[in-house]
């Protein structure tokens, strides 16, 4: 890769597994876990939450040496509010269905604490350029787990991917569906999300024995 | 009786933690000690009971379709509402800076002991999703709204409340070491967001089965939809 140097490529690899914001940093769980009951739901969330978090590192990080340290969260977080603005506009426009789902998780996407620890923690310290790797890098991570708890909670509680029946159909019973396999409601429920998650983090830590936590 | 009902709903049913997962971020950071989380409840209860019916006012004659007739004729046709998000947090901002003063005035030792976890208010997701279900949700008066308000703080106080314990208790008992500290946690407050579901039918008898997050996401669209198209009928009216 020529444009990134081995540094770069480093902000953004990190945070997929070994820095991963949802499970390691523990910042932005909320919307993690309300809209995943849906693929579609979440991967929209993933690609907005890319959005704001790209720009708005570079837009602090622009900023970085003008802000008086004293009133930095409410500058950052007029920031964050005006890129939402733009993502919710823009769904209720191109994508109302789904801009209904989502319902008030769009906005608070301004509240997502990723957005506020990465300005904190990097953009008020770096130059534009590694900044947006960083954004990118951490909502890739917040993307990879929304999207694994998407996956699941759409395949085994409605048996669908994306919308479309990916284990036959449960009204005439093909598929798995002939030898017996019912559909697990429960998934849908909110409490299954966190759940799943606590799953994953499961696995990860007992993949990497150096994550794990002492009580 | 309206307000009771409110009040208990916005506690137990639509519990912010269990429900709706608001203010995760801080639940899980601060609930290792019973005696922060105690403070940050504290805090979260007081900044919501002001934050949800100051922006009511502010949504009423502010930011709806419509509420800036008390200007005049010729204002009744704008619709502020996209401007929401930021008018909310600002707001939010505001008071979460109030506090902090006064808290570090009256009584340094809490608010040393909250450090970094009292701006971070500001950005707990369960403030601003207060003010946004209050919006959403088409809370009809001032007292309703501050009802509300209080009632999803102590619900959320609740929450962190009991995870601190059960997190305190934990210590002494022998966890998969791979699930130790964040994992446990997780699956701990999804088997106590199942035990708050079956609060679902306190107040209607369990008649009412449907889950509450996708009839309030399904009817309030619709009504919107209404609105905008009342909204666009006037503008045609204006043009012409």
Redesign the interface.
């Known amino acids: 890769m020529g444009l990134l140097s081995k540094k770069d490529t480093k902000l953004i690899t990190d945070p997929l597994a070994d820095n991963n914001p949802i499970?390691i940093q523990?910042?932005?769980?909320?919307?993690a876990?309300?809209i995943t009951a849906e693929l579609k739901a979440s991967i929209v969330m993933s690609i907005s939450v890319m959005f704001v978090l790209g720009l708005g590192n570079v837009v602090i990080s622009l900023m970085r040496n003008i802000i008086p340290s004293k009133i930095r969260?409410?500058v950052q977080?007029?920031v964050v509010?005006?890129l939402?603005?733009i993502v919710?506009?823009v769904l209720k426009a191109f994508a109302?269905e789904l801009s209904?789902?989502l319902?008030?998780f769009v906005?608070?996407i301004?509240?997502?604490?990723i957005i506020?620890g990465r300005f904190e923690a990097f953009a008020l310290a770096n130059g534009p350029w590694k900044s947006f790797l960083d954004g990118i890098g951490n909502s890739l991570g917040y993307a990879v787990i929304l999207i694994i708890v998407g996956f699941f909670r759409e395949l085994l509680g409605s048996g669908t991917l994306l919308g479309f029946p990916v284990l036959g159909d449960p009204i005439a019973k093909t598929g798995l569906y002939a030898i017996g396999y019912e559909n697990n409601g429960f998934m849908l429920?909110?409490?299954?999300?966190?759940?799943v998650?606590?799953?994953i983090?499961?696995v990860q830590?007992?993949r990497n024995?150096a994550l794990?936590?002492?009580? | 009786m309206e307000h009771l009902e409110l009040f208990l709903k916005s506690i137990f049913i639509d519990n912010m933690v269990f429900a709706t997962f608001l203010g995760m971020c801080s639940y899980l950071a601060v609930s290792k000690k019973v005696s922060t989380a105690v403070g940050l409840g504290a805090a979260v209860i007081f900044v919501l009971a002001i934050t949800v019916p100051l922006n009511w006012l502010l949504d009423q004659y502010l930011l709806q379709p419509g509420a800036l007739k008390w200007l005049g004729e010729e204002y009744a046709s704008y619709d502020l509402s996209f401007l929401s998000f930021i008018m909310f947090i600002a707001t939010i901002a505001t008071m979460v800076q109030l506090v902090e003063i006064v808290v570090e005035k009256f009584s340094p030792s809490l608010y040393n002991s909250l450090g970094i976890f009292l701006p971070l208010i500001a950005v707990n997701c369960a403030i601003l999703g207060g003010s946004l279900f209050m919006q959403s949700r088409e809370i009809q008066t001032i007292g309703l709204a501050a009802t509300y308000g209080i009632g999803s703080g102590i619900g959320w106080f609740l929450a962190i409340l009991a995870i601190a314990a059960i997190r305190e208790k934990i210590r002494y008992s022998n966890v998969p070491p791979a699930l130790r500290g964040l994992g446990i946690t997780f699956i701990i407050t999804g088997l106590m967001a199942i035990g708050f579901m079956s609060f679902g039918g306190m107040l209607t008898g369990g008649d009412d089965e449907a889950p509450k997050e996708e009839k309030t996401a399904q009817v309030e669209p619709a009504k919107e939809q209404s609105e905008n198209n009342e909204v666009i009928a006037n503008n045609i009216k204006v043009n012409e």
């Open positions: 499970t523990v910042l932005g769980i909320c919307s876990l309300a969260i409410i977080l007029t509010a005006a939402v603005i919710d506009q109302y209904k789902t319902s008030v906005g608070l301004i509240t997502n604490c506020m429920l909110s409490p299954m999300a966190l759940i998650v606590g799953i983090i499961w830590r007992t024995k794990v936590e002492d009580h």
